[in-house]
């Protein structure tokens, strides 16, 4: 099941900041964070791990709630570059017997998008 | 360079012919995946394979089959049997066993006509 994402859209103006929310119905182990470009391949911004380890772009930062099962993507002093659909990719937890290791299995979110305007 | 390349970026085929859509990666990646784009839908996982000769259903298998028989190669077979098959492709490639950055191919789109 995808996790749900919110706002569906965000237009902002140079300078200002954004959050966007990333909800999962499942147990995580990971919450990647990618962008996407009109036609373009999604790139990779933030990885968060169970545990509390963070992989990641140094502009952007993001947070993990593993109880609540939701990540937060913040977005600072946004760019006209920043412009584009945010997807979070979310990764459960592997089952039997070394549950709580990874899985490898994506699945990602509706998307965000995002505009900045000069 | 090392990266991940998708082929054809434009395909059209007739409806009721089966298509492959091919995956190529030389970052010696273990993990492969194929995703399905459609406008407000998000990125819909079809299948996806952590080593050799082994793949797991995604959540929108149905109508779709891959074979996983090197591990730089993970073409997708789109069959007459998807009902709806115009979309923007996918692929994808990371590392295992944890949690990784995933690199994307550039994309196929399909339109069946």
């Known amino acids: 099941q995808q996790p749900v994402q919110s706002p569906q859209a965000v237009i902002l103006r140079e300078g200002e900041d954004a959050v966007i929310n990333c909800s999962s119905s499942k147990a995580l182990y990971s919450v990647h964070w990618y962008r996407q470009k009109h036609g373009e391949a999604p790139v990779f911004l933030m990885i968060l791990l169970k545990g509390g380890e963070q992989k990641g772009h140094e502009k952007i930062s993001a947070s993990f709630n593993e109880k609540k099962q939701q990540s937060s993507l913040y977005l600072t002093a946004s760019q006209l570059s920043y412009s584009g659909t945010y997807f979070c990719g979310t990764e459960p937890p592997r089952d039997g017997p070394i549950y709580g290791g990874a899985t490898n299995k994506l699945i990602f979110g509706t998307g965000t998008l995002l505009a900045v305007q000069p | 360079d090392g990266g991940i390349t998708q082929s054809p970026k434009y395909l059209f085929r007739k409806e009721g012919q089966n298509v492959t859509l091919s995956c190529e990666q030389n970052?010696?990646?273990?993990?492969m995946y194929w995703y399905r784009q459609d406008p407000g839908q998000g990125l819909r996982l079809i299948y996806y394979s952590q080593i050799v000769n082994d793949f797991q259903k995604g959540d929108i298998a149905e109508g779709y089959s891959v074979s996983r028989e090197k591990k730089e190669s993970f073409p997708l077979t789109v069959t007459s049997a998807q009902k709806n098959p115009t979309a923007f492709y996918l692929c994808a490639s990371s590392i295992v066993p944890q949690g990784a950055e995933a690199f994307f191919g550039q994309g196929t789109r399909l339109t069946v006509v």
């Open positions: 970052l010696n990646h273990d993990a």
